[in-house]
């Protein structure tokens, strides 16, 4: 009888590349919720959410397994879009409209 090696059933690791790859169409499809909710820019969205992803990879990519950094990573994004989305219409409720004041300075 012949003995063969065990080999242990390694997993490569996901890069994040390959993780950019599989989220970009759902940071997408966020990034264009966000934005007709609280009237944002959805690109500043979606780099908001980009940065999110590679923040949860760099923080959990070496600790837990693919599937389970998929879930916290869809956890980061959401709520970073919606801190940011929600952050930016407060500010930009605040802002005084030029018109208004171009108008007031010809009265």
């Known amino acids: 009888m012949k003995k063969e090696k065990l080999v242990p059933n ?11 790859l599989k989220e970009k169409d759902r940071i997408k499809k966020l990034a ?26 760099a923080r959990y990519a070496d600790k837990i397994p693919e599937d389970e950094l998929l879930k916290v990573s869809n956890t980061v994004i959401n ?10 219409n407060k500010r930009k409720s605040k802002e005084f409209p030029m018109e208004y004041l171009n108008e007031k300075q010809k009265d």
Not at 10 to 20: A, H, N, Q, R, S
Not at 38 to 52: H, I, N, R, S
Request: no cysteine; glycine share 2%.
């Open 10 to 20: 390694i997993v490569k690791p996901i890069t994040l590349e390959e993780l950019y």
């Open 32 to 57: 264009r919720h966000y934005s007709r909710i609280f009237k944002v820019e959805q690109e500043d969205l979606f780099q908001e959410g980009v940065l999110a992803l590679a923040e949860s990879y």
């Open 79 to 88: 709520r970073m879009m919606y801190r940011y989305a929600k952050k930016e």
